[in-house]
């Protein structure tokens, strides 16, 4: 079966249309386009590209990054999600607990940029800093024990910190990161995979729960 811009007595305005659609569903097409125009210099193209077609920011050239933390979160203008698939309900206030760890002081204005953020869609948010993977790992195993959460709507669990490897480092292990030669075996009790920081929430299962893991994920050797 033809792709649907294949058919013959499509008109070309209605090809260009789908195409551009296609091409623009995702950031990272959408940046090679914008990167084409950049390359033709259609700067006002590429503008009037991410109003009707894609939010994404595209290249940091062209944009100038903001240090804001008070994001807006807009409400959406056609709420669908009932239509195209299953969806939970998010009607208590607070919907649930939003957690945030971050171990990482020089970008302590991510915790205040998630917080603002989850604030608004209702989460009771809880921020913590400098922690070591012992604390993490016996807090979010306390919280997965606490049936009241289950009357929550949601759970969000943030974790801001450096990586290695797979795993997530505690706070002391990301001072050792940060040494000109680091030697992190002598920390490998500060480190966790990452899927374990998952699987603490494995039999917590009557609502979901989002994860967000910012920090590294290979070697820096590699």
Known sequence: MLPFYHHKNL???????????????????????????????????IIELMKGYNKSP?????????????ILVEKAKIPNSHIE?????????????????NNEPA???ETHRFKHVFGQLYFDVQPFFNKNVIWIKEYLTNMSENSSLLNDNALVVVVITHGEDEKVLGYDACLESKKKEPNLQIYKDDQMVI?????????????????????CRISKAL
């Open 11 to 45: 008109p070309d305005a209605a090809k260009k249309a789908y195409i551009l659609l296609e091409l623009t569903k995702t950031r990272k097409s959408c940046e090679i386009i914008i990167e084409l125009l950049v390359k033709t210099h259609q700067k006002e193209e």
């Open 58 to 70: 595209g290249l940091l050239n062209i944009w100038n990054l903001s240090t804001d933390t008070n």
């Open 85 to 101: 698939s299953g969806y939970y309900k998010m009607q208590r206030n607070p919907r649930g607990k939003c957690i945030i760890i």
């Open 107 to 109: 970008v302590y204005r």
């Open 195 to 215: 899927s374990d920081v998952v699987n603490i929430f494995k039999n917590f299962i009557r609502i979901p729960i989002i994860f967000i893991f910012d920090c």
